[in-house]
């Protein structure tokens, strides 16, 4: 087992070891590279464009048309080059992409100056292998020196050749042009491009701006057609999203922009401004930065595709003190020969330099369009490094997917299969308004990237986020997000650099709270005083500047951000109010039951005759039934409560009044009228009494049948109140007012008519005074709603409720208590009173005897 064991140990360990030497070993076709840095013979060529050399002639003292000096070698230009030179071997060395035809290319310097490109571009469009252009009338079988164009290196120089290669119609594949402008295919009908539209990178920024909550920003641009573009493209795009650009700039880039720069970062430090949007070319972005560390400026930084990655930026010192940069960079994959094929290339270089013992080439007597660096034959395996840097890695796939989508293109012109083409350029001419139509129309995956264009030679390509991380004085770079469409981003991969690593914020004026709006102060809408939004208004949107009127039927509180219906409450059986009500109305009902018993139990005799005999169980019963209909005043009303609460809570009472004023009636005929009283108290305590008692509760029922007739149902009530209230107390309607009035007031005038009638009547000698209880308690029902009427109109709706059963319950409670009170104590206490004789005057009409004649007696 250990043996077994042992030998497994040692397989896996001789597999490792070939795995990683077979990883090691560079390609067999890199050992037939050819030395020549720019330019390889083919079947079909290409031309290339680079920046491989800075511009050393002074531009401003330029008056005639001679050379324009660039000796100053641009690494990563260069690099770019040797890309180029990478790839075109790569696929040579693949046979399956063009079987049996060899792609060979021309690479030029551009300088990045419109009028050194314009050498390299005539000499791509010169007749065949030779120097002449002809001038013709039809160009469509017309041998252009190259079949496409990869390059160039922006979009300024881009736009110069750009016009003059769609006349040819001949394939402009560039890899870092990103004007919006080449869209436009009327223009630019040839080009096409391997990195994004500088309108998408637009939209990147405003959505990063967004994302974060940035809306007080300035933006600057390099004073060029990038520059100027992109700055134009950000602030329309800021517009549209409510983000306010604060401040624009332009950095020169022909003359000295210090004092330019000076000016902008003045700006900024007035307006205020925490977020900066750089849309600028590397050169102007430099001397930006400068003045930025100069003055010890921190902010936020959004940086574009053209100076994210740049070295010469990167190793400026003191560029830690800036602040947080956060840029966009193409999204592209790694080239991952790139290194060692360049390493092995510039070792050959070396070799052959040190065997053949030449002198460097004077750069003084070669043609820049036949040896656009001279400097070059000077590089070792010790500058291979310069494809290495951050900036090269991440932007080498543009320029391989450029060459590549050619070579696809030519794929399909020449109806290739994997093995031969049906057409061969040695026998049949391929001009270049053959192959556009196929590379508008490449779909296929380079390095796990798919990439394909649409109908603006655009690609499908979108940005990386990068965040700066400043360490020991040096800068990397980490990736935080992409964009495709929309932004995705880490939040928790970015440090601030805020103290304590919070996001910066830059906006002109904080946030309204919730149910506020916006009142715009100046000329930006991001500038701003908050207004609360008052009762029945709210704030529709988070940018409203003014607050929206409810909807009719809904209401609103102070500072709300929407309308609600009302809700209605009412005294419900579980209140404190309504149980304490409904206690007192059953302890009261309860008495009544008991002065009804004993009314009953001494029904006949002298003292129940006397206060009304049937009457007085009818008062009663109608007494009783009024502390019963408080029930309607509880709980939730409805169309038929509300019909018969205020009716029955008026008729009941006046049954009552209205036997007492019969009696009070009787009353008056005894004492004011002696002489005629045996004659008429008979009627009067017979069917008069009933007269009386119909009389007034039919003059009563016609009151409450026109308040029935007149009031408005509850249904209709409601549906006619003016919303102006979230909660309110859900009360019947007591409309109209005047005959609720006439309601309450006729049976106040009962009640007076009664008292009235009694309070001066003659007292009895030794008789039971029937006229007091009377007196009293009409005078105590009278005086308990006069008190009520002021009470009540300055009441709320729940209160007023609650104050009327108080009131009936109140006048219930002096009419039992004083009528019908004294006459339970004589039953109850005194029996023996309760004869014909101690009630003779109320029972047989004899006058009362004053005082003084009983004394005479």
């Known amino acids: 087992l250990v043996f077994c064991r042992m030998a497994m140990q040692w397989t896996l360990m001789a597999l490792c070891l070939l795995l990683k030497t077979g990883h090691s070993e560079n390609p067999q076709w890199f050992k037939n590279i050819s030395t020549n840095l720019f330019r390889s013979p083919g079947d079909i060529l290409l031309g290339g464009l ?86 013709k009338c039809n160009y469509t079988e017309y041998m252009t020196h190259v079949t496409a164009v990869i390059g160039p290196c922006n979009s300024e120089i881009a736009a110069v050749i750009g016009k003059l290669l769609g006349f040819f119609l001949m394939p402009q594949v560039s890899y870092r042009a990103t004007s919006d402008e080449f869209s436009d295919k009327l ?87 925490g977020v900066v949007v750089l849309f600028s070319v590397s050169q102007a972005t430099t001397a930006f930065f400068k003045e930025v560390i100069r003055v ?50 510039f070792a050959k270089l070396e070799k052959e330099r040190l065997q053949q013992g030449t002198p460097q080439p004077s750069s003084s007597s070669t043609s820049p369009l036949d040896n656009p660096c001279p400097d070059c034959w000077n590089l070792s395996s010790l500058n291979a490094s310069i494809v290495d840097t951050e900036l090269v890695q991440r932007t080498a796939f543009s320029v391989y997917a450029a060459i590549y989508s050619v070579a696809h293109a030519l794929h399909d012109t020449l109806g290739c299969s994997a093995n031969k083409c049906s057409r061969h350029p040695r026998s049949n001419r391929i001009y270049p308004w053959q192959v556009l139509p196929k590379l508008q129309k490449v779909s296929l995956t380079l390095n796990g990237a798919h990439i394909e264009f649409d109908g603006q030679g655009n690609p499908s390509i979108g940005y990386d986020l990068v965040v700066w991380i400043f360490q020991n004085n040096t800068v990397t770079f980490r990736d935080i997000g992409t964009f495709i469409r929309n932004i995705t981003i880490n939040m928790q991969s970015i440090p601030w650099h805020t103290g304590n690593s919070v996001v910066p914020t830059s906006t002109c004026s904080s946030d309204c709270q919730a149910g506020q709006v916006r009142i715009v102060k100046g000329f930006h809408s991001c500038c701003f005083d908050c207004i609360d939004c008052k009762e029945g208004t709210y704030q529709n949107k988070t940018d409203d500047v003014q607050c929206t009127p409810c909807p009719s039927g809904q209401w609103s509180t102070l500072c709300s951000t929407s309308c609600t219906l009302p809700t209605y409450t009412y005294l419900t059986w579980k209140s404190y109010e309504s149980v304490g009500l409904a206690l007192a109305g059953a302890l009261l009902l309860a008495c009544q039951a008991w002065v009804g018993f004993v009314l009953f139990k001494h029904r006949g005799t002298a003292l129940v005759s006397a206060a009304g005999g049937p009457l007085s169980g009818l008062s009663l019963i109608s007494l009783m039934g009024s502390c019963v209909s408080l029930v309607l005043f509880i709980g939730r009303p409805d169309d038929t409560v509300c019909r018969l609460q205020q009716p029955l809570n008026a008729v009941f009472p006046t049954v009552t009044l209205s036997t007492i004023l019969a009696i009070s009636l009787q009353i008056v005929c005894v004492t004011e009228f002696p002489e005629r009283a045996p004659t008429h108290l008979e009627n009067l305590r017979g069917p008069g009494k009933w007269v009386v008692v119909l009389a007034c509760c039919g003059l009563q029922m016609g009151l409450c049948g026109w308040f029935m007739k007149e009031g408005p149902s509850l249904t209709r009530y409601v549906a006619s109140l003016e919303v102006n209230f979230l909660t309110r107390f859900l009360s019947c309607p007591v409309e109209p007012v005047l005959n609720f009035g006439l309601m309450l007031g006729f049976n106040g005038l009962l009640s007076l008519i009664s008292f009235m009638c009694t309070f001066m009547a003659m007292k009895p000698v030794k008789q039971y005074n029937l006229a007091r209880d009377i007196t009293i308690s009409s005078l105590a029902y009278c005086v308990t709603w006069v008190i009520f009427i002021p009470i009540y109109a300055g009441l709320s709706d729940k209160d007023k409720s609650i104050a009327q059963i108080v009131v009936t319950l109140l006048s219930n409670i002096t009419l039992v208590g004083a009528y019908y009170g004294p006459k339970c104590y004589l039953l109850v ?23 003084e004649e009983t004394q005479d007696k």
């Open 50 to 135: 680079f920046p491989i050399n800075q511009l050393t002639s002074n531009l401003s003292q330029r008056v005639e048309p001679d050379d324009i000096h660039c000796d100053s070698v641009d690494a990563y230009g260069l690099a770019m080059a040797l890309v180029m030179k990478y790839t075109v071997d790569e696929i040579n060395a693949t046979p399956d992409l063009l079987p049996d035809v060899t792609l060979g290319f021309e690479s030029h310097d551009c300088c990045r100056q419109p009028a050194v490109i314009m050498k390299p571009t005539l000499r791509f469009l010169t007749t065949g292998s030779s120097d002449e252009l002809e001038v």
């Open 829 to 851: 206490k005194h029996p023996d009173l309760n004869t014909p004789d101690y009630f003779r005057t109320f029972l047989e009409g004899a006058p009362p005897i004053p005082p």
């Open 296 to 345: 010890n400026m921190t902010a936020v930084w959004v940086a574009s595709t053209a100076w994210a990655l740049h070295s010469g930026l990167i190793t400026l010192p003191g560029i830690e003190t800036i602040g947080t940069v956060l840029a966009f960079a193409d999204m592209t994959q790694p080239v991952s020969l790139l290194s060692p094929y360049v390493q092995e290339l």
């Open 187 to 273: 223009q630019y009908p040839s080009f096409v491009r391997t990195v994004p539209s500088d309108r998408w990178q637009a939209a990147a920024m405003v959505q990063l701006l967004n994302r974060f909550g940035w809306n007080w920003v300035a933006v600057i641009g390099s004073d060029d057609e990038y520059g100027k573009q992109g700055k134009q493209q950000v602030s329309s795009l800021a517009s549209d999203a409510n983000i306010c650009v604060a401040y624009e700039g332009l950095i020169p880039i022909y003359g000295d922009p210090v004092p330019m720069i000076r000016e902008i970062l003045d700006r900024i430090k007035e307006t205020k401004v």
